[in-house]
């Protein structure tokens, strides 16, 4: 079976998400459900995104044949870790921090097949250029910031406020769409040679 003709279901309900996957070619449904997704004392960015990714993925429910996969984005700058904004003054308050500096954007992502679960994370780099009070009060304005970790998108109105960004794009966007392939390719590499078997385990942070 080719990696793009697995039965992928999303567990997500973001349209970033969902067009990152259907311009890369995959065919997917998707199945969400609701978790807790607060940050837990301590917790590390990465650990933080893997940890969600994973609940989404165990959330939803899954047909035998289908493989889950769950992923969640954060913004980490300095000692700042930007989630969704919940307002416009939040929207502003993390763009005065991203202003003029450099930041990483960090997706955990988590494949569920079969009762068991392989996670990674992917981290980009991204430089953002100095920003003046009105650019970022008409970019609020604009209404993008909302439900964007970090209170931008890079594939938006914010590009032109982007100075460089080093690793994976799509990241940036929602979704390491070459990592989700690499890694459902292991997958589907494995099950075609009888190496997973239906019930059988997956490799788990591997």
Known sequence: MHPLDCKLVLASQSPRRRELLTTAGFSFTVRVA?????????????GYVRRLARMKVEAIALAPDEIGLGADTTVVVGEHLLEKPI????AIRMLRLLSGRAHRVVT????????????????????????????????????????????YAIQGLASK?????????SNVVGLPVALVYHRVKELVGSLNDGQVEPQSAIPHDS
């Open 87 to 90: 307002d416009d003054g939040d």
């Open 161 to 169: 406020f982007i100075a460089r960004i080093d690793g994976c794009y």
């Open 108 to 151: 955990g992502i988590a494949l569920r097949h079969a009762g068991k679960v392989l996670s990674d994370c992917e981290a980009t780099i991204v430089v953002f250029n100095s920003l003046s009070e009105a650019e970022i009060t008409a970019y609020v304005a604009s209404g993008e910031p909302v439900d964007k970790a970090g209170a």
């Open 34 to 46: 609701g978790i807790d997704e607060r940050r837990q004392p301590g917790e590390s960015p990465e």
